[in-house]
């Protein structure tokens, strides 16, 4: 296959990794929300603490997240631009997730992605996320009413 060919359907896999991702969060289905990281993954995520390692600990962190919605998760990827090379890419985008919370908090925000991936054995995975919300430097809030 040529390169540009292979770029091409890199990305068509990774697109597909990802919508699959976002079915599962949809679903609240841990098992396959964590199906796309590697056992290794390292995630920066947008809660407490400064990172998780290991698929085990995003597994942990997804069970959590998705018991504290009472009812669906609204989620979407905006933007997505995927680089792809033979065996390395990553990805980045807009992340933006709504629901009722059990505590009866309404959420609707928007933030920043980034993923690498790999692919061994000719399947691609998350191998590390990034998600990160902007701040005001002048008062150092988080800017959680931001809209793309």
Not at 29 to 49: C, Q, W
């Amino acid at each position: 296959m040529g390169e540009a060919k292979q770029a091409t359907s890199n990305q068509a896999q990774i697109r597909e990794l990802i919508e699959s991702w976002i079915s599962s969060v949809r679903a609240k289905d841990v098992h396959g929300a964590i199906l796309p990281y590697r056992s290794d993954v390292v995630a920066f995520d947008l809660v407490d603490p400064l990172l998780y390692v290991g698929s085990d600990a995003i597994r942990k962190r997804l069970t959590e997240w998705f018991a504290s919605f009472d009812g669906p998760i609204g989620i979407e990827f905006r933007d997505l631009e995927i680089t792809a090379g033979e065996d390395v890419a990553f990805c980045h985008g807009l992340h933006r997730v709504n629901g009722t919370k059990t505590d009866g908090v309404k959420l609707n925000m928007w933030w920043r992605t980034t993923l690498c991936l790999s692919r061994i054995d000719g399947k691609w995975a998350i191998t590390h996320s990034h998600d990160s919300v902007p701040f005001n430097m002048e008062n150092g809030m988080a800017s959680l009413d931001l809209e793309p």
